[in-house]
């Protein structure tokens, strides 16, 4: 991600954990009578300390995932807010948009301003994968990581399978140490 997303992210941690203040109980006022003002319109540096605005970013990379394994076509942010039924004022759009942009795992194309799932491998299918795996052995730079893998394809273990009952590939598990 982003390190200003980072910084932004770790700044409200530390904010959230050293301000923690009782709720207050409501007492009916004359003031309440009147009519409710206008909402309140946060500024873009407000919308990135909102606890909501990682769960926005991380829902629209993942429909935008599903969406590329299915039929790969770019989307409008309008068409993503609608499809993952966000609501969103016009500050925290233009902030999500820009958390896109930014975003290593999504393309951007600035002339039809739509929205693409952007995977490691550009794989469409068991050719595309045999070839980027040739071309990784024949270079000397190993195998591939599972999840990238899985990332291309709608139905990924059909093609794995495939793949490994052939003695094509082979899946080797990886020991974690920390």
């Known amino acids: 991600m982003n390190s200003n997303l980072l910084q932004q992210h770790a700044a409200f941690k530390k904010q959230a954990s050293s301000a923690i203040v009782p709720k207050q109980a409501k007492h009916s006022s ?43 076509k770019p989307i409008s942010i309008d068409e993503l807010i609608k499809m993952t039924g966000l609501d969103l004022d016009p500050h925290e759009k233009a902030w999500l948009s820009g958390a896109l942009k930014d975003n290593q795992k999504v393309s951007y194309d600035r002339e039809k301003d739509k929205f693409s799932f952007k995977p490691v491998y550009p794989l469409h299918n068991k050719d595309d994968l045999l070839n980027v795996l040739r071309e990784h052995y024949d270079n000397g730079m190993g195998g591939l990581l599972e999840g990238d893998v899985r990332e291309c394809f709608l139905k990924p273990d059909e093609v794995i399978n495939e793949l490994t009952s052939e003695q094509l590939v082979s899946i080797l598990q990886e020991n974690y140490r920390e």
């Open 30 to 72: 004359p003031q309440a009578n009147e009519p409710s003002k206008k909402r309140f319109k946060p500024d873009t540096k407000s919308v990135a300390s909102n606890p909501n605005t990682f769960k926005w970013l991380k829902l629209c990379v993942d429909r935008l995932r599903k969406r590329y394994q299915k039929e790969r």
